[in-house]
């Protein structure tokens, strides 16, 4: 069974930069025809696709964070990662990974626990 | 900036059923496939309904779905308390090429 967990620091101070990773066990990254995204959801409030990553390194950014969002993939770890910089209180929220299917026929079969990321000084 | 609408909310007896609607345009819905997705309380969302209206493994055929043009159903038969969730619809934007989820909907058993 595919797991996913991300790590990463609980509390970001303002205009920092925020960084998590996602790291994949009991499956490759690598596997074929799989995306691999980071998804969050502010307190109280609902979903919201930040970007998606092919292991090849083509990724896929949610135009309202286009400016602030960098995902990477390193294949060696099986793992991926987000930045998202200048942040605000806004972007506090559950910051989730989760594996998708591609494109038009794009769903979230698996999915991490998600982690609580406070932007707070 | 949820760009498929869902009812807030939607309620039930035990034994009963409900429907969920999703609704979006032709870029989204009307031309990828829609998934479904649960979430219970304090957790993360899981796959409920995927390609509009399979199950994967594991989940009971009280829930499924359909896709009609620009709108998509989640149903629910069979109501039970622990269905007691958020429910989200969710699919690719083509012309935006991003993933949109909707905007949420409460299932309450009364």
């Known amino acids: 069974q595919l797991q996913l967990q991300e790590s990463g620091p609980g509390l970001v101070k303002p205009s920092e930069t925020l960084s998590l990773t996602c790291t994949v066990s009991?499956?490759?990254?690598?596997?074929?025809?799989?995306?691999w995204g980071w998804i969050r959801q502010p307190p109280g409030k609902g979903l919201e696709w930040m970007g998606s990553?092919?292991?090849?390194?083509?990724?896929y950014y949610n135009p309202s964070l286009k400016s602030r969002i960098t995902i990477s993939v390193d294949t060696s770890k099986n793992q991926f990662s987000l930045e998202l910089r200048s942040v605000s209180a806004a972007d506090t929220a559950v910051y989730v990974c989760?594996?998708?299917?591609?494109?038009?026929?794009?769903?979230?079969?698996?999915w991490g626990q998600g982690t609580l990321v406070t932007v707070s000084s | 900036q949820s760009v498929l609408t869902q009812p807030p909310s939607v309620s039930a007896a035990p034994g009963q059923k409900v429907t969920i609607s999703c609704s979006g345009s032709?870029?989204?819905?009307?031309?990828?496939?829609v998934s479904w997705y649960q979430q219970l309380p304090g957790t993360a969302p899981k796959l409920l309904i995927y390609e509009n209206n399979k199950r994967p493994s594991g989940i009971p055929d009280r829930f499924s779905g359909s896709k009609s043009g620009t709108s998509a159903t989640l149903g629910i038969t069979g109501l039970q308390t622990g269905d007691e969730a958020e429910y989200y619809c969710g699919t690719w934007d083509s012309s935006r090429t991003v993933y949109v989820f909707g905007t949420g909907t409460k299932v309450t058993v009364l």
């Open positions: 990553i092919y292991y090849s390194g083509t990724t």
């Open positions: 989760g594996r998708s299917t591609g494109d038009g026929t794009a769903y979230f079969d698996y």
């Open positions: 009991s499956g490759s990254i690598s596997s074929t025809g799989y995306y």
């Open positions: 032709s870029s989204d819905i009307g031309n990828c496939f």
